[in-house]
């Protein structure tokens, strides 16, 4: 009779074992997340002089440092801006009763337009209704 030669399966089976224990080790303290880029705080009371504010107003009128611009030119007019910029960064804020859909929408021309770093102004603005109190 011949004999049938199985293979030993006992060294896998520790050899397993070893590194389902090292993972579950070393999992937990994998970081998670997100990398977030803070704003840097400035040490004196002066701003940014080059700042480039955005705004979309509730009558869906757009400005650029207060100057109005129709949406079908924001994109070029933002191009001629930053493309001799070196530092492509630009805030942008709204009406609060403007629908977040259309501020990504600014955000999606900014890019768009070359900036790389957009920042949305957290501040609660609401214009008053022409012709109001």
């Known amino acids: 009779m011949a004999m049938k030669a199985e293979p030993n399966v006992v060294p896998l089976c520790d050899v397993l074992l070893v590194l389902i224990i090292i993972f579950m080790v070393i999992t937990p303290t994998v970081q998670r997340g997100m990398d977030a880029k803070l704003p840097e705080t400035l040490g004196s009371t ?71 770093e957009v920042g949305i102004v957290l501040e609660y603005f609401e214009e008053e209704e022409e012709g109001g109190v």
């Open 46 to 116: 002066e701003q940014s002089i080059d700042a480039i504010v955005m705004t979309l107003h509730f009558d869906g009128k757009i400005d650029v440092n207060k100057n109005y611009y129709e949406r079908d030119l924001l994109h070029s007019r933002l191009v001629s801006i930053y493309g001799p910029r070196q530092h492509k960064s630009i805030l942008i804020r709204a009406d609060a009763r403007v629908p977040f859909i259309d501020v990504v929408e600014l955000m999606d021309i900014a890019r768009g337009a070359g900036v790389e």
